[in-house]
């Protein structure tokens, strides 16, 4: 796919790698439509690619919420059509225990990032499918490929996600819609650890074999992914030789992923 000129949608874009995608995409040509929650951040961020001779439109609003999505997917559709290219990188979470985690808080886990990406798959896909065009795209998380303890409402929100994305491509076998699975390292300029910095304690020690990218690493990843209509994609290439080692030796991985992962604390 050649990015240049084509509308591209990404939530939670206001941070993180939804921010570094969106600027990457820009600087290649491509419309935005900014979506996530802080109108502030999006603003600026609409105010930065515009200044840079881009073409970006900022749209808050709270993913997580149907008819908010319904909305927003009503207004972009009238205003500008149907995406080229749909991107899912809102997510939050803390990683607890299930016995730790609030009941409250498991609802919370999953809206986003699985019900954001679900209900704004939902209202593109109609037009999407009308015109038999388009390119969907999920920032997974590895713990959809393999889990560790510690964090299980959030492990089982990306195993959604993961499984939307999957159970999507093969909705769209038969048109020319194409889905990936996007999947990133630990992100070193993250605001998500910044504000959740135990969960950082539970990442297992084996994750230290794989590097750190930053979100802009993350972004060209991505661009990639869109350019050649990637199925799957991992950055950096040592998560998808650990996820090869999953495939081929779970035991060995269950092993190295759980007894160098979080444990619970002595009574």
């Given at each position: 796919?050649?990015?240049?000129?084509?509308?591209?949608?990404?939530?939670?874009?206001?941070?993180?790698?939804?921010?570094?995608?969106?600027?990457?995409?820009a600087?290649?040509?491509?419309?935005?439509?900014?979506?996530?929650?802080?109108?502030?951040?999006?603003?600026?961020?609409?105010?930065?690619?515009?200044?840079?001779?881009?073409?970006?439109?900022?749209?808050?609003?709270?993913?997580?919420?149907?008819?908010?999505?319904?909305?927003?997917?009503?207004?972009?559709?009238?205003?500008?059509?149907?995406?080229?290219?749909?991107?899912?990188?809102a997510?939050?979470?803390?990683?607890?225990?299930?016995?730790?985690?609030?009941?409250?808080?498991?609802?919370?886990?999953?809206?986003?990032?699985?019900?954001a990406?679900?209900?704004?798959?939902?209202?593109?896909?109609?037009?999407?499918?009308?015109?038999?065009?388009?390119?969907?795209?999920?920032?997974?998380s590895?713990a959809?490929?393999?889990?560790?303890?510690?964090?299980?409402?959030?492990?089982?929100?990306?195993?959604?996600?993961?499984?939307?994305?999957?159970?999507?491509?093969?909705?769209?076998?038969?048109?020319?819609?194409?889905?990936?699975?996007?999947?990133?390292?630990?992100?070193?300029?993250?605001?998500?650890?910044?504000?959740?910095?135990?969960?950082?304690n539970?990442?297992?020690?084996?994750?230290?074999?794989?590097?750190?990218?930053?979100?802009?690493?993350?972004?060209?990843?991505?661009?990639?992914?869109?350019?050649?209509?990637?199925?799957?994609?991992?950055?950096?290439?040592?998560?998808?030789?650990?996820?090869?080692?999953?495939?081929?030796?779970?035991?060995?991985?269950?092993?190295?992923?759980w007894?160098?992962?979080?444990?619970?604390?002595?009574?």
């Open positions: 796919m050649n990015i240049t000129g084509r509308l591209c949608v990404v939530s939670g874009a206001s941070s993180g790698i939804g921010k570094a995608a969106a600027l990457e995409l600087a290649r040509g491509a419309r935005l439509v900014l979506v996530a929650r802080r109108e502030a951040e999006l603003g600026q961020l609409a105010a930065q690619i515009v200044s840079a001779g881009g073409a970006a439109w900022a749209f808050p609003a709270d993913l997580s919420k149907p008819q908010e999505a319904v909305r927003l997917g009503e207004q972009i559709l009238g205003e500008l059509g149907a995406p080229d290219i749909l991107i899912h990188s997510g939050a979470g803390e990683w607890r225990f299930l016995d730790e985690t609030p009941i409250e808080d498991l609802q919370r886990l999953m809206d986003t990032p699985y019900f990406a679900a209900y704004l798959t939902r209202v593109f896909l109609p037009a999407m499918l009308k015109r038999n065009q388009g390119f969907i795209l999920s920032v997974c590895p959809s490929r393999l889990v560790w303890p510690g964090a299980t409402g959030y492990v089982a929100a990306r195993w959604a996600l993961h499984g939307l994305t999957e159970a999507l491509r093969a909705d769209l076998y038969h048109s020319n819609l194409k889905v990936c699975a996007f999947f990133p390292g630990k992100i070193s300029d993250s605001e998500y650890f910044v504000r959740n910095t135990h969960s950082e539970r990442i297992p020690k084996v994750g230290r074999f794989i590097p750190e990218i930053t979100s802009r690493q993350a972004a060209l990843g991505i661009a990639r992914a869109i350019e050649l209509e990637a199925r799957i994609m991992f950055v950096p290439w040592q998560l998808y030789a650990f996820d090869l080692l999953a495939r081929w030796l779970p035991r060995l991985a269950e092993h190295l992923a007894n160098t992962g979080a444990r619970r604390k002595g009574p």
